[in-house]
């Protein structure tokens, strides 16, 4: 589950835990040149599982799950099907995962935040 919301010109998202003490958290500063029609992509990559949410700066407007072992570049195209997004934001503990997405959606010319 991801938690998004705004607050005072910064998006705060927390990203799935388990335990409440564990959330990762992270707050960025868009407040130049954000729409409030944009959307993103929100990515946790973690040992497990590789979850996916596509947002807007105000709601989570889909969400995906995949397997990290199975995390590829056939995957991430099927995990986007039908997704639009201008941004990217990861959130992981799996340095090959991060370089593979960070490869994928730099090569679709996304930015990365």
Not at 44 to 71: G, M, Q, V, W, Y
Request: proline share 3%; aromatic share 10%; hydrophobic share 50%.
């Amino acid at each position: 589950m991801f938690f998004v919301c705004r607050f005072s010109g910064f998006v705060i998202f927390v990203v799935n835990s388990f335990d409440v003490n564990h959330h990762q958290m992270k707050a960025i500063n868009f407040t130049n040149n954000l729409a409030s029609d944009e959307r993103w992509l929100v990515a946790d990559l973690s040992n497990t599982t590789c979850k996916f949410a596509l947002t807007t700066p105000h709601r989570i407007l889909a969400t995906r799950r995949l397997a990290t072992a199975e995390l590829s570049v056939e995957s991430l195209n099927t995990i986007i099907e039908g997704w639009s997004m201008q941004r990217v934001i990861i959130a992981s503990v799996v340095p090959k995962a991060t370089q593979l997405i960070t490869r994928f959606f730099k090569k679709k010319k996304v930015p990365l935040l």
